[in-house]
């Protein structure tokens, strides 16, 4: 509310909130200093094959249900929570303390929905936040941000049974919404130097939900073509 009130702005109804999990982590507190970490033999073993302080590994393996691929400067794995991403989304950047790192929150969907319910009762208005993580993709160069935790919006829209404009009926589309969103607000957060946690996405007319989870936007592992 400090920043709005700063900005001079207001929050409207079925606005959009997007808030790096940078933020998120901080005021919850998961940061770990790594020189408080006592790197196991395992992550010993893939520091030497990786080319990673043992330390940093200890903590993905923590943060971690599976390795999913690593090679020299990488690990991608499997999340507690279900998300496939690199050191288990684990960021050096954006923190305080050459040894800190800042972990995922450890229930987005929960922080996102605490969030929102803390502005409702503040503004009176009904918003969505996405939290959002920056993620590499399959076959792409380059990262986006993603959503990793959402209240109040519907994640994928459905577009099976619709038309086309020459009334072909879709069968495949299904639209990421959240993601779309959170990269979106990406190019006013900027992902290094910027300083700006978080932003308002204004007048997209996206489907509530008080349901939703970004966990309905990962593929299911036998699913995943990638990693077969």
Do not use: W
């Amino acid at each position: 509310m400090q920043a709005l009130k700063k900005e001079e702005k207001n929050l409207q109804e079925k606005d959009i909130i997007v808030i790096t999990h940078v933020a998120v982590s901080k005021a919850e507190g998961n940061v770990v200093n790594l020189d408080e970490v006592i790197p196991s033999e395992r992550a010993k073993e893939i520091a030497i094959k990786t080319e990673k302080d043992p330390a940093l590994v200890e903590v993905i393996l923590r943060e971690s249900k599976e390795i999913v691929r690593m090679q020299r400067n990488s690990i991608i794995t499997e999340h507690n929570n279900g998300m496939v991403c690199a050191n288990a989304g684990i960021d050096r950047s954006n923190i305080r303390g050459e040894r800190n790192v800042v972990l995922l929150p450890k229930n987005a969907n929960a922080s996102a929905r605490k969030i929102k319910l803390e502005l409702m009762a503040l503004t009176g208005c009904n918003v969505a936040i996405i939290i959002s993580d920056t993620n590499g993709r399959p076959l792409r160069r380059g990262e986006i941000n993603v959503a990793i935790g959402i209240a109040g919006i519907k994640p994928i829209r459905d577009r099976r049974g619709e038309k086309d404009l020459f009334g072909y009926v879709i069968k495949m589309k299904r639209t990421a919404i959240a993601d779309e969103l959170a990269s979106a607000a990406e190019l006013v957060i900027g992902q290094t130097n910027e300083g700006i946690p978080a932003a308002i996405i204004r007048g997209y007319n996206y489907q509530t939900s008080e349901k939703g989870s970004a966990n309905e936007l990962a593929r299911p592992k036998e699913k995943d073509m990638f990693r077969q």
